[in-house]
Structure formats: structure tokens, C-alpha cells
T-cell receptor
Framework: AQRVTQPEKLLSVFKGAPVELKCNYSYSGSPELFWYVQYSRQRLQLLLRHISRESIKGFTADLNKGETSFHLKKPFAQEEDSAMYYCALLDNYGQNFVFGPGTRLSVLP | GAGVSQSPRYKVAKRGQDVALRCDPISGHVSLFWYQQALGQGPEFLTYFQNEAQLDKSGLPSDRFFAERPEGSVSTLKIQRTQQEDSAVYLC????????????FGQGTRLTVV
């Protein structure tokens, strides 16, 4: 069964500290992995996807197929990074995003 | 507007009432998704359209839920005989094509069943 887990409901770090939001998945095929972010009072939006191998707003995520993980990392957190972060996978048919429960990141001054 | 638009933004329904939620996707987007997001949880897949064809409705929780996209553009999610457990935010998303492309989300409709 397709499943995405995010073990931390809430993660609090101080400004300038490194941050890692954990994501693990279970899927029998080769899924595409994404991170979506929802800032306060805004709609859910794409942060990054693994195939792009890009860094957005200083965030990176590496797909580790051996550990079935796609953790989101940033070396120096900023207050404006405070938001809800959702890890998601897209199935092989490209028609079903499966989301994790989300982690609320709070960056303290 | 350039984004996905959903209406109404908020809906309060009495238990047993029927409701209809509307989604206007981005023009030209082939794929359209509906999700249900309960409080404190991530979005849960309900159904998927490719143009006017409903290719996957495996996430619809009961036969009280029905979705359509008759002309391959605007979509409506209908819930009949609403129950309290239907209270949630209903999200619509569209993407340019099927497959690994970015999904753009609407702001959602918050449904409260009293």
C-alpha cells in the first residue's frame, strides 16, 4: 500500500539552526516524491520535487531508495520558514498524490 | 484569475443536507484532483479526472460523495445527506498533464456539518 509518514507533528528550532524534516514512504514501484508547504493563511504550494534536484529557499531533499526516505533539510533556518510541510508521493500512474500528515515547523527568533 | 479557484470558501450545512462544492482549475490543465483534509491531518485523495473522464474515484468515502467534470474544466463535488464526519476542508488541485507535473491547489472549501 502507498503510504507516507512524517514522524514529527511539530518541530521547533531557533533561527540560524539546521533543520531536518523527516519523511519516509512505502510504495512498491518508483514513486515521484515532493515536498509541499503551506504558509499561514495561504494555499498549499509546491516547494520542491526530487527529480529536479533543485534547492528552493535554501531547502534540499535527497531521495534515498534504500531507506525509502526523502528528508527535507536546510542548513540555516529563517523565521519565514515557519509553516506546515507535507511530504507527498505521486504514484506511477500519475493520478494520485499521497500526502503525509504534515510537520509544523516553528522557527523561533 | 491565474490560480485554482474554489467556492464557496466556507459552508455550514445541517446534517442531512446536500452540498455542492465548485472548483475552477487553471485554464488548460488536464488533470484535476479532489482531496479531503480533516483537522490536523494531511490531504486525503478522493478522486481524479483527466479532462472529463473520472479515472479514479477510489478515495470517495461513500456513495454519498459524487464528483463530475462534464466539460473537462469546472468540477463539482457533491455530498448528499451530509454527516458530521464529513466536516473537513475540501481541496481541489489541477495540473497541466498527467504524470510528474506540479499540482496547483485552491484555497479549499471548509465544510462544517452541524
Amino acid at each position: 500500500a502507498q503510504r507516507v509518514t512524517q514522524p514529527e507533528k511539530l518541530l521547533s528550532v531557533f533561527k540560524g539552526a539546521p533543520v531536518e524534516l523527516k519523511c519516509n514512504y512505502s510504495y512498491s514501484g518508483s514513486p515521484e516524491l515532493f515536498w509541499y508547504v503551506q504558509y499561514s493563511r495561504q494555499r498549499l504550494q509546491l516547494l520542491l520535487r526530487h527529480i529536479s534536484r533543485e534547492s528552493i529557499k535554501g531547502f534540499t531533499a535527497d531521495l534515498n531508495k534504500g531507506e525509502t526516505s526523502f528528508h527535507l533539510k536546510k542548513p540555516f533556518a529563517q523565521e519565514e520558514d515557519s509553516a506546515m510541510y507535507y511530504c507527498a508521493l505521486l504514484d506511477n500512474y500519475g493520478q494520485n498524490f499521497v500526502f503525509g500528515p504534515g510537520t509544523r515547523l516553528s522557527v523561533l527568533p | 484569475g491565474a490560480g485554482v479557484s474554489q467556492s464557496p470558501r466556507y459552508k455550514v450545512a445541517k446534517r442531512g443536507q446536500d452540498v455542492a462544492l465548485r472548483c475552477d482549475p487553471i485554464s488548460g490543465h488536464v488533470s484535476l484532483f479532489w482531496y479531503q483534509q480533516a483537522l490536523g491531518q494531511g490531504p486525503e485523495f478522493l478522486t481524479y479526472f483527466q479532462n472529463e473522464a473520472q479515472l479514479d474515484k477510489s478515495g470517495l468515502p461513500s456513495d454519498r460523495f459524487f464528483a463530475e467534470r462534464p466539460e473537462g474544466s469546472v468540477s463539482t463535488l457533491k455530498i448528499q445527506r451530509t454527516q458530521q464526519e464529513d466536516s473537513a476542508v475540501y481541496l481541489c488541485a489541477s495540473s497541466l498533464e498527467r504524470g510528474n507535473t506540479e499540482a496547483f491547489f485552491g484555497q479549499g472549501t471548509r465544510l462544517t456539518v452541524v
